[in-house]
């Protein structure tokens, strides 16, 4: 594959494209740019939030952003939400009540997009005293379609916590973390980032054999699995989660030196 060139960038944000200090290098930005120039569209792929684009779009300037790992499609010049694919209120509230009576110290926060709500004692990590964020009863957070569930517990080992999430949820949902902590984000039944991409890839007429995907955590799995087995290039942070390492076609260096850059260039 040393001739393959992609028509189609594709990367995840927090421990790939940016550094540690949230950042886009110089570099970065100039290799991105540079095959945009040519005609190849790059797109985010993100557990993040719209709400969280803000910063990342007055660096990029557009685009296509897939959030709340392929729920919502975010144009990022206008920042308007352009498709979404929620968790309907009726498996809010089975999935809480039965995650609930499973795991009683479970707490839940859920994000719509735009706005998040959260549990009493569910303590937000980044959004504290912002615009949009506020503290709600499960009732009330459940009584509206949601892009993602969030589930969190504060003293359980992460992937013990994960894999109870999996076995209570089922088919009821799709369940994936990217988090050090004991903590599961929940979406529609088969959501994933490999769904977002792929709604726009279709859109430039690009199938997964001709796609590049960057990632670190287990969230990217999907994306991965898609890319892969249609054919294309799915790259791993040198950093990244075992469980991503293991399905991907090829790795880079980390996140503080470029190497979703490094990459690019060496194509």
């Not at 790059?42 to 007055?58: E, I, K, Q, S, Y």
């Not at 459940?142 to 993602?148: C, F, V, W």
């Not at 089922?170 to 088969?190: K, W």
């Not at 690009?206 to 994306?223: C, K, L, Q, R, T």
């Amino acid at each position: 594959m040393s001739d393959w060139r992609p028509r189609l960038i594709a990367s995840d944000m927090d421990g790939t494209l940016l550094r540690s200090d949230d950042s886009v290098s110089d570099a970065t930005v100039a290799e991105l740019d540079r095959w945009r120039a040519e005609g190849v569209p790059f797109v985010l792929a993100t557990g993040r939030p719209p709400r969280w684009m803000h910063n990342v779009r007055t660096v990029l300037g557009n685009g296509t952003a897939v959030c709340c790992n392929g729920a919502v499609l975010l144009d990022l010049e206008p920042m308007e939400i352009i498709d979404e694919a929620p968790l309907e209120p009726d498996a809010l509230q089975a999935i809480t009540a039965a995650l609930r009576e499973h795991q009683p110290t479970t707490w839940f926060a859920v994000e719509y997009g735009w706005q998040f709500r959260h549990e009493p004692v569910y303590r937000p990590r980044w959004d504290v005293n912002v615009p949009g964020v506020a503290v709600a009863t499960l009732e009330e957070m459940t009584a509206a379609p949601a892009a993602k569930l969030l589930a969190r517990h504060g003293s359980m080992d992460p992937d013990a916590f994960v894999e109870l999430i999996e076995a209570v949820v089922g088919d009821r949902a799709t369940v994936t973390h990217s988090s050090t902590d004991a903590l599961a984000e929940i979406s529609a039944p088969g959501v994933t980032k490999a769904t977002g991409i792929g709604r726009v890839a279709d859109l430039h007429g690009v199938g997964p054999e001709d796609v590049v995907v960057f990632g670190d955590m287990p969230n990217d799995i999907a994306a991965f699995e898609w890319v892969r087995d249609g054919g294309g290039r799915a790259v791993a942070m040198a950093h990244a989660h075992p469980d991503l390492l293991a399905v991907a076609t090829d790795v880079t260096v980390g996140n503080d030196e470029d190497g979703v850059a490094a990459f690019l260039a060496s194509l």
